[in-house]
C-alpha cells in the first residue's frame, strides 16, 4: 500500500545531541511538509519541499534542518540549537491534483522526548 | 493565506449530524477549503475540500455559503470514532508555494 512511513515512532534524547526523523513515502508525491505539535496545540510549518534538492522554511524553522536528496525521502534533524524539542512531529506529502487542489497525506507521527 | 476561525470545541451526540463551522471572510477566489481531522496522537486524515460547489463523499458533506465566506463540514451521523480534532484550512489552487498552515481546529467529543 502507498503510504508515508515515519521512524522512529518514539525517540529519547539527551539534552544537546542532534537527532535526524526518519520520513519515506512511496505515493510519488513531489511536496513533502514537516509539522510539530505541541500537547493541546495545532501543527506549526517548520520546513517544507516542493521537489527534490529544494526546500523552504516553516513558521519555525530554527534549530532544525532538512535536506532533499531523493523524491521519496525527507529526513528532520532536531539540532541541539533546538531550545524546546520534546514534541510530535509530523511528515506530510502532497500532489497537486488535476483539479488544482492540493491533498496532504500525512504518517504517523514521530514523538520526540528530551531528557 | 486566508486565515479561519473555528469554534475551539464542540459536542455532539452519537447518531446525530455533526455540523462545525469555519469562518474564512477573507478568502480569495482562487482558494479551495479543506477539512482535516486528527483523532488523538495520529497523523491528521483528510476529509474533503471544495471551492465554490457543496461537496459530499462518503466521509463527510461540505457546504459552503454562496459568498464563500464560511463553511460548514457536516457529519451526517455521528459516531464515537468521529471524535477527534477537526481543522478548516483554506489555500489557493494555484501558488507558487505550497505553504499550507493549519489553524488549532474544532476538538469535536461525540457523546454516547
Known amino acids: 500500500d502507498g503510504g508515508i512511513t515515519q521512524s522512529p515512532k518514539y525517540l529519547f534524547r539527551k539534552e544537546g545531541q542532534n537527532v535526524t526523523l526518519s520520513c519515506e513515502q512511496n505515493?510519488?508525491?513531489?511536496?513533502m511538509y514537516w509539522y510539530r505539535q505541541d500537547p493541546g496545540q495545532g501543527l506549526r510549518l517548520i520546513y517544507y519541499?516542493?521537489?527534490?534538492?529544494?526546500?523552504q522554511k516553516g513558521d519555525i524553522a530554527e534549530g532544525y534542518s532538512v535536506s532533499r536528496e531523493k523524491k521519496e525521502s525527507f529526513p528532520l534533524t532536531v539540532t541541539s540549537a533546538q531550545k524546546n524539542p520534546t514534541a510530535f512531529y509530523l511528515c506530510?506529502?502532497?500532489?497537486?491534483?488535476?483539479?488544482?487542489?492540493?491533498?496532504?497525506?500525512f504518517g504517523a507521527g514521530s514523538r520526540l522526548t528530551v531528557l | 493565506d486566508a486565515k479561519t476561525t473555528q469554534p475551539p470545541s464542540m459536542d455532539c451526540a452519537e447518531g446525530r449530524a455533526a455540523n462545525l463551522p469555519c469562518n474564512h471572510s477573507?478568502?480569495?477566489?482562487?482558494?479551495?477549503v479543506y477539512w482535516y481531522r486528527q483523532i488523538h496522537s495520529q497523523g491528521p486524515q483528510y476529509i474533503i475540500h471544495?471551492?465554490?460547489n457543496n461537496e459530499t463523499n462518503e466521509m463527510a458533506s461540505l457546504i459552503i455559503t454562496e459568498d464563500r465566506k464560511s463553511s460548514t463540514l457536516i457529519l451526517p451521523h455521528a459516531t464515537l470514532r468521529d471524535t477527534a480534532v477537526y481543522y478548516c484550512?483554506?489555500?489557493?489552487?494555484?501558488?507558487?508555494?505550497?505553504?499550507?498552515?493549519f489553524g488549532t481546529g474544532t476538538r469535536l467529543k461525540v457523546l454516547a
Open positions: 477573507t478568502i480569495s477566489g482562487n482558494e479551495y
Open positions: 505515493l510519488n508525491h513531489d511536496a
Open positions: 519541499s516542493q521537489i527534490v534538492n529544494d526546500f
Open positions: 484550512i483554506v489555500r489557493p489552487y494555484t501558488s507558487g508555494t505550497y505553504k499550507y498552515i
Open positions: 471544495g471551492l465554490k
Open positions: 506530510a506529502s502532497s500532489i497537486v491534483q488535476a483539479s488544482g487542489a492540493n491533498v496532504l497525506t
